[in-house]
């Protein structure tokens, strides 16, 4: 008897001991992921379900109005590439890319270079340069609608001044895509100068100062020695800019509803038009998957250059 | 040498005021006289006339801007408030706790930052319709209440505080929460000033996806009330209203601009992927 006693007293509160510290490890495991949760289902539920969800819909049809979805197999990307919308589009896109990406680096290099002594003056000229890609693109559209308004706007009253004929900056099929290639670098030069003034900052002083020992000039320093050593800077930039390319198309739905003759249809603003206006969901929800490659391929692309580019810088 | 800096000062003067002509011209024309509307003047960047507040009043009036207003407001800041809770509680995960599957996790949250909302525009509104809330400004908001770059921001944020502070609370016998709240979130202001500077100005400029939600004019936002602004005039000579328009869109930003600048300059270059 004693013994069993004596074996069961001490025994309660170990067993107590055991349950407790069990029921609270459970609680300490779980906390990091209840901290997680919130942020985890509002990505899953918006980032990649939608990604489940796209590919889906790009294989089936939709009757619009009606609840039920057929098959379709491959039918919404081949409408999709049969389209010649669509294929201007991606046209449209890459010459928005081209005409935008180099020429609003460069300039934003070359702000950088000339604003990057801090004074005064300078301050107030970057907050000016600054000031265009911190108002909404839908708020630059409205500005530009009135400054490329033919024959009474802006531009055209200014050129009259020098003697000069303006273009129906908008209405012309060959001028509209460059007009709207103009509001984009007007707006993302400046955006961009901050990263390259934050490069040229932690360039190392004394490899400049030796370039110029050696005779370099301005020009040689620039190509030979700034650019290099900035690479890492230029390929971040060139990410957000790209990025910009194709998620930005404000200023077209705004301004020229993807025409004259879809010369400034850019591809987000088909996908735009085709679930909006024209109610086909396939054909977008196709248009959007291929735009969700494009964007993939080119992160993995950007992240192995950035990485070769920290290697280059270091 | 001292020559080359007057001439690239100079060239940078004439640039900078090339640049900034279209907001001259906003500020010029919002303040003409409405009898002078139409004619070619509107073009000019002279303000030659006696400044008047006609055109503001009529945005006011005809163009619905207080109600615009608050609708923005309650898009950017309601988005902004609950991402500050969402961002601090994964940051913190992220930053302070050891659990398996952290790393990977931390995977699935970064592919978020490449996989930028505009892109999915149309499966999220099929989302948004299935739950109900198309045409509300929830339904604007809820995609956003997570951020990707917040949670980096914060975790960042969060290593760069020593653990001593913390350790002192715990010792002192506090919460998780109340070390989060009354020690690591006030010492992580910079992190959060940057992070809301980011977000509010994402969502203030932001047009597409409220313009595919929002379908009657009661719950629109600045962005889409002034395109309505801006394609409605197209045919009439409404200059001056459009300028008054646009400035006012503007505004609130560049005044936040003018305050923070440094603030927003540091933030801007955080960013590159907004939130």
């Given at each position: 008897?004693?013994?069993?006693?004596?074996?069961?007293?001490?025994?309660?509160?170990?067993?107590?001991?055991?349950?407790?510290?069990?029921?609270?490890?459970?609680?300490?495991?779980?906390?990091?992921?209840?901290?997680?949760?919130?942020?985890?289902?509002?990505?899953?539920?918006?980032?990649?379900?939608?990604?489940?969800?796209?590919?889906?819909?790009?294989?089936?049809?939709?009757?619009?109005?009606?609840?039920?979805?057929?098959?379709?197999?491959?039918?919404?990307?081949?409408?999709?590439?049969?389209?010649?919308?669509?294929?201007?589009?991606?046209?449209?896109?890459?010459?928005?890319?081209?005409?935008?990406?180099?020429?609003?680096?460069?300039?934003?290099?070359?702000?950088?270079?000339?604003?990057?002594?801090?004074?005064?003056?300078?301050?107030?000229?970057?907050?000016?340069?600054?000031?265009?890609?911190?108002?909404?693109?839908?708020?630059?559209?409205?500005?530009?609608?009135?400054?490329?308004?033919?024959?009474v706007?802006?531009?055209?009253?200014?050129?009259?001044?020098?003697?000069?004929?303006?273009?129906?900056?908008?209405?012309?099929?060959?001028?509209?895509?460059?007009?709207?290639?103009?509001?984009?670098?007007?707006?993302?030069?400046?955006?961009?100068?901050?990263?390259?003034?934050?490069?040229?900052?932690?360039?190392?002083?004394?490899?400049?100062?030796?370039?110029?020992?050696?005779?370099?000039?301005?020009?040689?320093?620039?190509?030979?020695?700034?650019?290099?050593?900035?690479?890492?800077?230029?390929?971040?930039?060139?990410?957000?800019?790209?990025?910009?390319?194709?998620?930005?198309?404000?200023?077209?739905?705004?301004?020229?509803?993807?025409?004259?003759?879809?010369?400034?249809?850019?591809?987000?603003?088909?996908?735009?038009?085709?679930?909006?206006?024209?109610?086909?969901?396939?054909?977008?929800?196709?248009?959007?998957?291929?735009?969700?490659?494009?964007?993939?391929?080119?992160?993995?692309?950007?992240?192995?250059?950035?990485?070769?580019?920290?290697?280059?810088?270091? | 040498?001292?020559?080359?800096?007057?001439?690239?000062?100079?060239?940078?003067?004439?640039?900078?005021?090339?640049?900034?002509?279209?907001?001259?011209?906003?500020?010029?024309a919002s303040?003409r006289p409405e009898s002078s509307a139409g004619d070619i003047r509107m073009?000019?960047?002279?303000?030659?006339y006696?400044?008047t507040?006609e055109n503001?009043?009529a945005?006011?009036?005809?163009?619905?801007?207080?109600?615009?207003?608050?609708?923005?407001?309650?898009?950017?800041?309601?988005?902004?408030?609950?991402?500050?809770?969402?961002?601090?509680?994964?940051?913190?995960?992220?930053?302070?706790?050891?659990?398996?599957?952290?790393?990977?996790?931390?995977?699935?949250?970064?592919?978020?930052?490449?996989?930028?909302?505009?892109?999915?525009?149309?499966?999220?509104?099929?989302?948004?319709?299935?739950?109900?809330?198309?045409?509300?400004?929830?339904?604007?908001?809820?995609?956003?209440?997570?951020?990707?770059?917040?949670?980096?921001?914060?975790?960042?944020?969060?290593?760069?505080?020593?653990?001593?502070?913390?350790?002192?609370?715990?010792?002192?016998?506090?919460?998780?929460?109340?070390?989060?709240?009354?020690?690591?979130?006030?010492?992580?202001?910079?992190?959060?000033?940057?992070?809301?500077?980011?977000?509010?100005?994402?969502?203030?400029?932001?047009?597409?996806?409220?313009?595919?939600?929002?379908?009657?004019?009661?719950?629109?936002?600045?962005?889409?009330?002034?395109?309505?602004?801006?394609?409605?005039s197209?045919?009439g000579k409404d200059w001056g209203l459009l300028a008054a328009?646009?400035?006012?869109?503007?505004?609130?930003?560049?005044?936040?601009?003018?305050?923070?600048?440094?603030?927003?300059?540091?933030?801007?270059?955080?960013?590159?992927?907004?939130?």
């Amino acid at each position: 008897m004693t013994s069993v006693i004596a074996s069961e007293i001490p025994r309660l509160p170990v067993a107590r001991q055991k349950r407790r510290p069990l029921r609270s490890r459970i609680i300490r495991r779980a906390w990091p992921y209840s901290l997680l949760a919130p942020s985890l289902v509002l990505l899953a539920a918006f980032t990649y379900m939608p990604i489940v969800r796209v590919l889906w819909d790009s294989l089936h049809d939709k009757v619009h109005g009606a609840r039920t979805t057929l098959f379709v197999g491959l039918g919404n990307y081949a409408q999709l590439f049969a389209d010649k919308a669509f294929i201007q589009s991606v046209i449209n896109n890459l010459v928005y890319a081209a005409g935008t990406v180099p020429i609003s680096m460069a300039l934003a290099l070359l702000f950088a270079l000339a604003l990057q002594r801090s004074s005064r003056v300078n301050s107030v000229m970057r907050a000016l340069l600054l000031f265009p890609s911190m108002i909404p693109l839908v708020a630059a559209a409205a500005l530009f609608f009135f400054i490329f308004l033919p024959g009474v706007g802006l531009f055209d009253y200014y050129l009259g001044k020098l003697g000069l004929q303006g273009t129906n900056w908008l209405g012309d099929p060959d001028v509209a895509l460059w007009s709207l290639i103009g509001i984009t670098i007007w707006k993302n030069a400046g955006y961009y100068m901050l990263f390259y003034l934050a490069g040229l900052q932690t360039l190392p002083g004394d490899v400049l100062e030796a370039a110029t020992i050696d005779g370099a000039n301005a020009w040689q320093r620039l190509r030979h020695v700034i650019v290099p050593l900035l690479a890492p800077t230029s390929a971040f930039v060139l990410v957000i800019a790209l990025i910009n390319v194709l998620t930005q198309v404000d200023h077209v739905i705004v301004l020229t509803k993807g025409g004259p003759s879809n010369s400034t249809k850019l591809v987000l603003y088909y996908i735009f038009e085709q679930a909006h206006e024209n109610f086909a969901y396939g054909r977008a929800a196709a248009a959007s998957v291929v735009s969700v490659a494009v964007l993939l391929a080119m992160s993995v692309f950007s992240l192995k250059t950035m990485e070769r580019g920290a290697h280059a810088a270091s | 040498m001292k020559r080359t800096g007057f001439i690239v000062l100079g060239l940078m003067a004439a640039v900078v005021f090339f640049w900034s002509t279209p907001f001259l011209w906003t500020l010029v024309a919002s303040f003409r006289p409405e009898s002078s509307a139409g004619d070619i003047r509107m073009a000019s960047l002279l303000p030659d006339y006696k400044p008047t507040w006609e055109n503001f009043e009529a945005a006011f009036e005809t163009g619905n801007f207080a109600l615009y207003y608050l609708n923005t407001a309650i898009v950017a800041f309601g988005i902004l408030a609950v991402q500050l809770v969402t961002i601090s509680l994964a940051g913190y995960a992220f930053a302070r706790l050891r659990f398996p599957g952290r790393d990977f996790i931390f995977y699935v949250f970064l592919l978020q930052l490449m996989l930028v909302p505009p892109i999915l525009i149309v499966p999220n509104l099929g989302t948004i319709v299935d739950l109900g809330l198309y045409g509300s400004l929830l339904g604007v908001m809820l995609p956003y209440f997570a951020s990707a770059f917040g949670t980096f921001l914060m975790r960042q944020t969060f290593r760069q505080i020593p653990r001593d502070f913390e350790e002192a609370a715990t010792i002192d016998g506090a919460h998780w929460w109340q070390t989060l709240w009354h020690v690591l979130l006030p010492m992580a202001k910079p992190g959060l000033v940057a992070f809301a500077v980011v977000s509010l100005m994402a969502h203030w400029n932001e047009f597409l996806w409220p313009l595919m939600v929002l379908n009657e004019p009661r719950t629109q936002t600045l962005t889409i009330g002034l395109a309505a602004f801006a394609v409605g005039s197209e045919g009439g000579k409404d200059w001056g209203l459009l300028a008054a328009g646009t400035l006012l869109v503007m505004f609130p930003l560049l005044a936040l601009f003018a305050v923070f600048q440094r603030q927003f300059v540091n933030s801007f270059m955080f960013s590159g992927l907004k939130g």
